[in-house]
């Protein structure tokens, strides 16, 4: 998707009142990846509806046996509207693959409601362990922190001494102004210059004017933009989920 105004600061007023899942959907729909399977998806929908009828009309018996209708997955992969062990129906199928229920939302799609024409699917999340030096929880960063266990012994004392130790270091941190909680209303000033940023590059231009341009009328070093469009376009390829896990307050 194209946005041809990202030049001007006041297009992106919109983003002042975005709940955390409408954030996440901004870095989501200017994904080339998901645009290219939504259009994709769009034409066999389209192309389905004109041999079957649209919904709720539509002869869904025929309509589920066309192989326009469905993608081949593995029987351990997400993906609800099974028409068999192995198939599912292809609005089934890319909501489950970028994150989401409900019937896949065209990328040009405004702040869309919550719970009604987007939802969530909830994050799954595994203990991160630190197996080698290229962890980046010993990266030395202030916001990161390994702590060791020795299962020869009971966990119970151990996890609540790491309890104490965790919420003091992170109670000082914070006096200290080394780290901020993330919270929606923190990141959002942040996360609308990743999208200008994601804008401008979008539209044809040079990376170094869009960063210049910026520095100009946001007031930011140059040195932190190019930070900015690094952390934007990891949001892009998929860290948009993670978003999600902040407190939307």
């Known amino acids: 998707m194209k946005v041809e105004s990202w030049n001007r600061p006041e297009y992106y007023d919109f983003t002042r009142s975005l709940d955390i899942g409408q954030w996440a959907w901004e870095f989501l729909r200017r994904n080339p990846e998901y645009q290219k399977e939504w259009r994709e998806f769009d ?9 079957y009828g649209k919904p709720p009309e539509r002869d869904f018996q025929r309509w589920k046996a066309d192989p326009l209708a469905w993608r081949r997955v593995g029987e351990d992969e997400p993906g609800d509207c099974r028409v068999d062990q192995d198939k599912v129906l292809i609005e089934c199928w890319l ?10 939302l065209d990328p040009a799609t405004d702040r869309p409601r919550i719970g009604e024409q987007l939802d969530w699917r909830p994050l799954e999340r595994e203990v991160p362990l630190v197996e080698d030096g290229d962890s980046p929880y010993l990266d030395g960063a202030a916001e990161h922190l390994a702590i060791g266990f020795d299962l020869d012994y009971p966990l119970r004392e151990q996890l609540e001494r790491a309890k104490r130790l965790l919420q003091a270091r992170q109670g000082r941190l914070r006096r200290e102004g080394v780290i901020q909680l993330k919270r929606r209303s923190s990141c959002r000033e942040a996360w609308r210059l990743m999208l200008r940023l994601l804008d401008g590059t979008e539209a044809g231009e040079d990376v170094g004017a869009v960063v210049a341009l910026l520095a100009q009328q946001e007031g930011q070093s140059p040195e932190r933009l190019h930070q900015l469009l690094q952390q934007a376009r990891a949001l892009v390829a998929g860290g948009y989920r993670e978003l999600l896990r902040i407190p939307d307050v």
């Open 43 to 51: 034409a066999a929908w389209k192309t389905l509806e004109a041999r």
């Open 95 to 104: 909501g489950a693959r970028w994150g989401f229920y409900k019937f896949p």
